[in-house]
């Protein structure tokens, strides 16, 4: 049975950092796309950032670029999500999601079947 599971949010001052896993289980991560996805109150759901299966190729969103790191650890079949200089604006649920195919990745949520649970993170002083 596929399944994600993310933990590492929690509650931080803006200008820190918070590293977010996705731990994976029931398929590869390797030969798969990832995307990292976060939904705040009363907003759609956004495409963060994802990593492809082949290179592999990440991308990022505009709004993060610079800040975040997307990263893969395919012996811990792990997505990792670093995050930088944290602003309230990134306040939200974090959710990855996975899609087993070898192809570019997406930051489009239809794109992908299986998600996890999600992990809160909060920027406030």
């Known amino acids: 049975q596929l399944q994600l599971v993310e933990s590492g949010g929690g509650l931080v001052q803006p200008g820190g950092s918070l590293r977010l896993s996705c731990a994976a289980s029931g398929f590869t991560v390797e030969y798969s796309i990832i995307g990292w996805f976060r939904q705040a109150p009363g907003k759609e759901r956004e495409g963060v950032s994802c990593?492809?299966?082949?290179?592999?190729?990440?991308d990022y969103a505009d709004s993060v670029k610079g800040r975040f790191t997307i990263s893969r650890d395919n012996a811990k079949n792990t997505v990792y999500l670093q995050m930088n200089s944290l602003k309230p604006e990134d306040t939200g649920v974090y959710y990855c999601a996975a899609e087993p195919q070898w192809r570019l990745c997406s930051k489009v949520p239809g794109d992908y079947d299986y998600w996890g649970q999600g992990t809160q993170v909060t920027v406030s002083s």
């Open positions: 990593i492809s299966s082949s290179a592999p190729s990440k």
